[in-house]
C-alpha cells in the first residue's frame, strides 16, 4: 500500500525481500546499505537472534529522489526465512508494495526455495494480495558457490509468470542493485496505473 | 487495499490535535505512524530521535502485538505501555489503522496521558474518516479520467533514480 503525502509531497513505498532461510535476504540489504550515500538512508535495524539469524526484520529506510516533484522514499524490509517464524513473515507482508524472492541456488536447497515460495503465495493472499500480479522480481543467489544449479534449471523451477530475474552473489552485491531497480520500477509504474 | 493518500488539510489537522496532546500530556514527543510502519505526523523533540525507525518498529510492535491478542481470541490490544528507566511509551491504535504514540518522562504520568490520549484519539478517528472518504472520492475522481501527478511516469523518471 503506498503512502502518498501530498502536504509533505512525498511516495512511501515498502518492498519485502522474502525467501527460504540463508538465501541472503539480509546480506541483499546490508549490501545496499553499505554502498548507498548516507544521506540518502537511515539506520539499517536488525532484528536478529544472538547467532544473527534474522526473528522478525530487517528495516532499511533509503530516499531515491524525486520523481514527478515527489520524494520517493523506499522501505526494504527482510522476512525470517526459517519456517517456523511463519507468523512474524506473515506480519511484514501487510501493505506491501513489490516483493522480491530472492531464492538460494545450491541444489540442497531446491526443496527449500519452493516451499518459500507457496508459503509467499499463500501469505499474500491472506492480506489480499495476489503472487501473480504485485511487482515481483526473482533473485537467484549464490552464483557463485561450485554447488549452484545451472540457471536454466532454476529459472524453470521458480520463474512462474516471465518476472525480471537476476543472478546474484550478495556479498559482492553482484546483481543487488539491478533487482531493487527492477522491483522499484515496478513499484512506481504501478502508481500509473492507479 | 486502497492507498494511503494525506492532504494538506487533514496533515495541518492531524498536526494541531497531536500538538495539543503534546502540551495536555507534557509530553516529550507525540508521533502518528501507519500500521505499515510510515510515518504520518510528529510533534516535539524530534532532534535526537531516528523516527523512521521508531516508526518501523513500533508497527513492527503493533503488528506482533496484533498477533498475540488474535492467537487468543482478542480481535487486538489498542493500548500499548512500555516503562522505561527515564522515558517511557504509550502506543494506542487509531481506528484499526494508524498508531498514536506518546513519549514521556517523569514530568508527566500513565494517568494523564491516557486521560488525554483519549481526548485526542476520538478527534484523530473524526479526521481520518474524513481521510478515508476523500481518498474514496480521489479514486472514483481518477476512475473518470483525473489526472494523478503519477499518470506520467516515464522509464526515464525511473532510470534517473538510479543513476549514482
Keep these: 500500500m503506498t503512502f502518498i503525502n501530498y502536504a509533505a509531497r512525498e511516495i512511501n513505498c515498502k518492498i519485502v525481500y522474502y525467501g527460504p532461510g540463508l538465501c541472503g535476504k539480509t546480506t541483499n540489504l546490508q549490501y545496499i546499505y553499505d554502498r548507498t550515500n548516507p544521506a540518502a538512508k537511515g539506520k539499517l535495524i536488525s532484528l536478529a537472534t544472538e547467532t544473527d539469524r534474522t526473528l522478525f526484520f530487517d528495516f532499511l529506510p533509503l530516499d531515491l529522489g524525486t520523481v514527478r516533484g515527489f520524494k520517493t522514499r523506499f522501505h526494504l524490509y527482510t522476512v525470517p526465512g526459517q519456517v517456523f517464524y511463519d507468523a512474524s513473515r506473515k506480519l511484514i507482508l501487510k501493505g506491501v508494495d513489490g516483493v522480491v524472492f530472492v531464492a538460494d541456488s545450491q541444489e540442497a536447497r531446491m526443496d527449500a526455495n519452493i516451499e518459500s515460495l507457496q508459503n509467499l503465495d499463500k501469505n499474500l493472499v491472506e492480506h489480499g494480495f495476489d503472487l501473480q500480479t504485485i511487482p515481483y522480481v526473482l533473485q537467484l543467489n549464490k552464483r557463485d558457490l561450485p554447488t549452484a544449479l545451472p540457471v536454466d534449471t532454476l529459472y524453470r523451477s521458480l520463474n512462474f509468470k516471465g518476472e525480471p530475474t537476476f543472478e546474484a552473489t550478495a556479498p559482492l552485491g553482484i546483481g543487488v542493485f539491478d533487482t531493487l531497480k527492477a522491483v522499484a520500477k515496478q513499484v512506481l509504474m504501478e502508481l500509473r496505473k492507479k | ?164
Excluded: C, W
Design chain 2, 1 to 164: 487495499m486502497s492507498d494511503f493518500i494525506l492532504f494538506d488539510e487533514e496533515f495541518r489537522q492531524i498536526k494541531d490535535v497531536i500538538a495539543r496532546l503534546k502540551a495536555d500530556a507534557q509530553a516529550k514527543v507525540v508521533f502518528i505512524v501507519d500500521k505499515n510502519g510510515q510515518q504520518i505526523a510528529a510533534q516535539g523533540d524530534m532532534e535526537s530521535l531516528d523516527t523512521t525507525s521508531l516508526a518501523s518498529l513500533t508497527a513492527g510492535n503493533v503488528a506482533a502485538t496484533d498477533g498475540l491478542a488474535r492467537l487468543i481470541g482478542e480481535r487486538e490490544f489498542p493500548v500499548l505501555f512500555h516503562e522505561g528507566e527515564r522515558d517511557n511509551v504509550y502506543i494506542s491504535v487509531v481506528s484499526q489503522r494508524v498508531i498514536l504514540v506518546v513519549i514521556f518522562d517523569e514530568r508527566s504520568s500513565l494517568g494523564l496521558v491516557r486521560l488525554r490520549v483519549r481526548k485526542a484519539n476520538a478527534e484523530l478517528e473524526r479526521i481520518f474518516e474524513v481521510i478515508q472518504q476523500k481518498v474514496e472520492a480521489e479514486k472514483s475522481r481518477r476512475l473518470s479520467g483525473f489526472d494523478s501527478p503519477f499518470a506520467e511516469i516515464t522509464d526515464e523518471d525511473i532510470d534517473n533514480l538510479f543513476k549514482d
